[in-house]
């Protein structure tokens, strides 16, 4: 008797779906973005930001129609298998990874800042390491509570966006958003393209939970497009507003710059800025729990296709959560957490999320070509420029980030080089077999 392959619980709606996708990426209004102003200045990030917008938008709505073609829980690694074979699937599954398993500990150190900043007593670090081993254990009850914890704690971000933003216009001036706004010209827009991304970084994680979802067809395209509407007008919202406030070189090197921003707006011991930096916790917490969700599922279908230890594509017979993959991407974050620092993490995953962009555009065009009869649900609008659009930007933003960050560069291709490399002398990259 041949066992059947581990299934996962469908569960989520278009809601749940959408807050997902806020969830994932919402932490990127709350830090990050503002290491961009270090590098570019205000306008020079503002043009980097909505270069970026672009790519985001014209990704989304063509990674939609491999989504609802392929819900699986694999995402890019599905769509590269499908189009491009083994190997293509490999780089896509690795890029995935590389992304999503190194953005939870730049959030986990930016959770720990914020409560140094309200309560000195607070260590960034073990406070990180506490988050992961709280959050892991919230993911492994279930994926419908996840996704309803997620819905809440996603709208109560959403809202401290909206209040961030009432607070602060009133004391918006137009000489601190304009003072000194772009030092290093042009190349500055180039070196802040990373950055900018970071406030988009991961809604594709979605396609992640696409088979534990209820009629993905419909569910999908809406959770998609909703969300990036969200976070496209709370992104704009934030920079613009953020940057009047004070001179703008006061915020663009910590991880806390919304709570510090309303300390100059309304003074450090003012029950309203300590107020929001506690309520500040709500969007980095609805990120880093959705991008769990999201790691865990990736580790799951690398496994069960056999590209990692079998093991982890094991699922709790009682949860129906992948609970191993869950494990092992919280043992992968805390060691990162150890080792590295804030922008560092922000670039790597960033440099796999562009990567994996690249695969996913390819992968469109070259299904397209290979089955143009198939079944799609959603139809990539304005094909190909939307599609070739996305390619293209992420081309350019893949050399800005090689050409200002060399070396983490280096590290991230030699070990993709690396596990190609003893991937294809195997020969495993004909078969459809175990990488380990």
């Known amino acids: 008797m041949t066992s059947s392959p581990p299934v996962l619980k469908k569960a989520l709606s278009a809601t749940h779906l959408w807050a997902i996708a806020v969830g994932l990426v919402i932490s990127g209004e709350y830090f990050g973005w503002n290491y961009g102003w270090g590098v570019a200045g205000t306008v020079g990030m503002i043009i980097a930001t909505l270069v970026v917008t672009l790519l985001y938008v014209c990704f989304i709505f063509s990674f939609t129609e491999l989504t609802t073609s392929i819900p699986d829980a694999g995402g890019p690694f599905a769509y590269a298998f499908k189009a491009l074979g083994a190997t293509g699937a490999l780089i896509a599954g690795y890029a995935t990874l590389v992304e999503f398993l190194l953005a939870p500990p730049a959030i986990a150190y930016a959770l720990g800042s914020y409560l140094h900043f309200l309560y000195g007593w607070f260590d960034v670090q073990y406070t990180a390491i506490g988050s992961y081993i709280v959050f892991t254990l919230i993911n492994l009850l279930g994926v419908k509570e996840s996704a309803v914890f997620t819905l809440i704690i996603t709208l109560l971000a959403v809202a401290e966006l909206l209040i961030f933003m009432g607070i602060v216009a009133p004391h918006f001036e137009m000489k601190n958003f304009m003072h000194n706004s772009m030092p290093f010209g042009w190349s500055g827009v180039f070196a802040a393209l990373p950055f900018a991304i970071w406030l988009y970084l991961a809604i594709e994680g979605v396609a992640m939970v696409a088979e534990e979802t209820k009629d993905p067809h419909r569910t999908i395209p809406r959770g998609y497009i909703s969300g990036i509407i969200t976070l496209v007008l709370l992104a704009l919202g934030i920079m613009v507003f953020a940057a009047g406030i004070t001179?703008?070189?006061?915020?663009?090197?910590?991880?806390?710059?919304?709570?510090?921003?309303?300390?100059?707006?309304?003074?450090?011991?003012?029950?309203?800025?300590?107020?929001?930096?506690g309520i500040g916790l709500f969007g980095l917490i609805a990120s880093f729990h959705s991008l769990i969700t999201a790691y865990s599922r990736q580790i799951f279908s690398l496994s069960r296709e056999n590209y990692l230890p079998g093991f982890l594509s094991k699922v709790h017979p009682r949860f129906r959560t992948p609970h191993w993959a869950l494990l092992m991407g919280a043992v992968v974050g805390i060691?990162?957490?150890?080792?590295?620092?804030?922008?560092?993490?922000?670039?790597?995953?960033?440099?796999?999320?562009?990567?994996?962009?690249?695969?996913?555009?390819?992968?469109?065009?070259?299904?397209?070509?290979?089955?143009?009869?198939?079944?799609?649900?959603?139809?990539?609008?304005f094909y190909p420029c939307f599609p070739a659009t996305a390619l293209l930007l992420s081309l350019v933003c893949l050399v800005a980030i090689v050409y200002y960050n060399p070396m983490i560069s280096v590290y991230f291709f030699a070990l993709l080089l690396l596990i190609v490399i003893l991937f294809v002398t195997s020969g495993r990259h004909k078969k459809q077999n175990a990488f380990f």
């Open 335 to 381: 060691i990162a957490i150890l080792s590295g620092k804030t922008n560092e993490l922000i670039l790597f995953s960033v440099l796999g999320a562009v990567v994996m962009y690249i695969i996913s555009m390819i992968s469109l065009f070259v299904l397209r070509k290979k089955e143009p009869q198939a079944t799609r649900p959603f139809n990539a609008p």
């Open 247 to 277: 001179d703008w070189k006061n915020l663009s090197s910590i991880d806390y710059p919304l709570p510090e921003a309303i300390s100059y707006a309304l003074g450090k011991n003012n029950q309203f800025t300590k107020l929001f930096a």
